[in-house]
């Protein structure tokens, strides 16, 4: 079953000196149990890519369809709720909020989705027993190492049990032996069932996903 | 979690700032809470003090310049036809000289002699140690006599004591005889300057200091008009007795006041307390736009996981609010000492009654003091609000990584 499909995707950036297109004439379509990564050279448009199927940006040209709804004609909000419900984003800087501890952070795309109270404390905990964190749950952000932190970005990713889990080099800020434990934790997510696309520069990474795709200069090959 | 809980969460985390805000906004809040104490003090404290005297009616001459008033003439035929007036319940008259208290071991001391036909007071004094002037105690040969307290305590005068005085006129030197008093009482009179030494007796008092021979006329005449008829009534009927009087009521003395010498107090209060809302504004609004600016990357992620808009815009409004409101809180006992301060200083200005307050606590400033605050929060947070809400979250996310 297709969960996302991007159509011949264009996205052009106006700059002031002249348009940039990041990514070109893409097609890319991710299937339940999918683990796809996306290689390529920094700016070739993997980031782009990867907003534009994540339902954070639109393309100029092109079309995305969303679990079969087509993205291009949802409003914003919708748009939102569908990343809220069926996306779980996890990028380079983890973007934990620093005033609330690991718990909260996992907590909170939970109650925005209005799932009830007793429902959230047990996923919760199951989630930071699964990212094995559970001693953590009561620290703040700047009480946790990288790897602790991407950690519980995961969770956090996970917390709503979306359909798609998106990774924007969740382990480049991390050292080898940390981002090897976080690839192993995508390995456990794809096993569970969540389909992952990520973009990275970590070979070790992108070589445990089942399919791997490059992009030069804007263009998926 | 709630948008207040997470503002509350964001204003403890990022401390420095929140108390650089709220001490900011309590200053500003203070000086504004003051401006709006003024805007309505004085007009309200000169009310209290017009008030107070149990007369709701004025009574004055129209001969002579405003500063320099002259007495109304046949005072004692003019009380007669008053107190005869169906609207009028009762009427009482004041005299006034300038005096010296003769000191046994110094130089006089200069001093406002008032007589009353009132042993009450008139509502001049208040605050009695001793007696007033009905009292029927003591040697009844020296005329009873309630003074300011400063004067007391200067010349050591407690009641039972005595002490002379001699009435100085005008342009001479005095040919008057001094006179003993018995000190009845020792009081505040709050329509005299402070520090003023007053000494207040009777009518017959104030004849014998004045060499046992007054003229017939008074300085200022009080009237209590009947419930019935009320003071527009009296009023009207006072001044049709004779032409050359000038009559007022209590309410025409506020409003008079209010219109001319209030005025100035007015616009000052409006020009700087527009000043200081403007000054809380700019502080909420700088800082929440820098705190925004500081997390944006946050806040696009945020988005990015499906956080609604008006999640964190009533954020950020909560944290405007949190914000003002500790600052708008501390406001109030900052605001009500620095008018302590202030007032005292401007009660230094000479002539100014001593029951005269600049700054007067009353509910409209505090609700005022309140909605200048709210207003300056809402205001403060829709440009930080707008930034948060309209920021492109792929841009923002792929500059954050760049930068």
């Known amino acids: 079953m297709t969960i996302v499909e991007a159509h011949a995707l264009t996205r052009v950036f106006p700059m002031s000196a002249g348009p940039v297109t990041a990514v070109r004439d893409a097609s890319l379509r991710v299937n339940r149990g999918d683990y796809i990564a996306i290689g390529g050279p920094s700016g070739c448009g993997k980031s782009t890519l990867l907003h534009l199927l994540g339902c954070v940006d639109t393309p100029t040209s092109g079309a995305v369809t969303f679990e079969g709804r087509d993205v291009g004609a949802l409003t914003d909000s919708e748009r939102g709720r569908i990343r809220l419900t069926r996306i779980g984003f996890v990028f380079q800087r983890f973007f934990l909020l620093p005033m609330l501890t690991a718990w909260e952070n996992i907590e909170l795309p939970q109650a925005e989705a209005g799932v009830p109270a007793a429902e959230r404390r047990e996923r919760t905990r199951a989630l930071l027993e699964y990212v094995e964190l559970s001693g953590r749950a009561d620290h703040l952000p700047s009480q946790l190492s990288g790897g602790e932190m991407q950690r519980v970005a995961v969770a956090r990713a996970l917390a709503n049990r979306p359909a798609l889990l998106l990774a924007d080099e969740p382990t480049g800020e991390l050292d080898e032996e940390t981002g090897e434990h976080i690839a192993a934790l995508f390995d456990r997510v794809h096993a569970d069932g969540t389909a992952i696309v990520l973009v990275t520069h970590n070979a070790a990474l992108a070589q445990r996903a089942k399919t791997r795709r490059i992009m030069r200069s804007g263009v998926l090959q | ?403």
């Open chain 2, 1 to 403: 979690m709630t948008a207040f809980a997470l503002a509350w969460r964001t204003a403890r985390r990022y401390r420095a700032r929140a108390v650089l805000a709220v001490v900011g906004v309590a200053v500003i809040g203070a000086l504004n809470f003051d401006m709006l104490m003024l805007s309505h003090g004085l007009l309200i404290s000169f009310a209290d003090l017009v008030n107070s005297t149990g007369y709701d009616i004025r009574i004055a001459g129209t001969a002579g310049l405003p500063l320099a008033r002259q007495p109304i003439d046949n005072a004692a035929a003019l009380m007669t036809q008053i107190r005869a007036l169906p609207e009028v319940a009762s009427v009482a008259m004041l005299r006034t000289a300038t005096a010296a208290a003769i000191r046994p071991d110094g130089p006089p001391e200069g001093v406002e002699l008032m007589g009353s036909s009132d042993a009450a007071g008139l509502g001049l004094w208040r605050s009695l140690t001793g007696s007033n002037l009905d009292i029927a105690e003591g040697d009844p040969s020296l005329a009873p006599a309630v003074i300011a307290r400063p004067m007391a305590d200067r010349l050591k005068l407690a009641p039972g004591s005595t002490f002379s005085i001699r009435v100085r006129l005008s342009g001479s030197l005095s040919a008057m005889p001094a006179i003993p008093l018995r000190v009845v009482g020792i009081a505040d009179f709050p329509f005299e300057s402070q520090g003023a030494f007053v000494v207040a007796t009777t009518m017959d008092g104030f004849r014998r200091a004045n060499g046992g021979v007054l003229s017939d006329q008074a300085e200022l005449m009080f009237a209590q008009s009947r419930p019935a008829s009320g003071p527009d009534a009296a009023v009207a009927a006072i001044g049709k007795l004779r032409s050359d009087l000038r009559v007022f009521s209590n309410e025409q003395v506020i409003a008079n006041f209010g219109k001319n010498a209030f005025t100035y107090f007015r616009q000052i209060s409006v020009v700087l307390s527009t000043t200081t809302a403007g000054f809380s504004f700019l502080l909420v609004a700088t800082l929440l736009t820098v705190s925004v600016n500081q997390r944006l990357g946050e806040v696009a992620a945020l988005r990015a996981l499906g956080i609604a808009r008006r999640k964190i815009a009533a954020t950020l409004l909560w944290e405007a609010a949190l914000l003002v409101g500790i600052g708008g809180l501390c406001a109030l006992p900052l605001g009500e000492v620095l008018a302590l301060v202030l007032d005292r200083i401007l009660r230094r200005m000479p002539g100014l009654p001593a029951g005269l307050h600049f700054f007067v606590f009353e509910p409209q400033s505090l609700l005022l003091h309140a909605s200048v605050l709210i207003a300056t929060a809402v205001v403060a947070a829709i440009y930080p609000v707008w930034l948060a809400v309209k920021l492109p979250i792929a841009q923002t996310l792929r500059q954050e990584v760049v930068s």
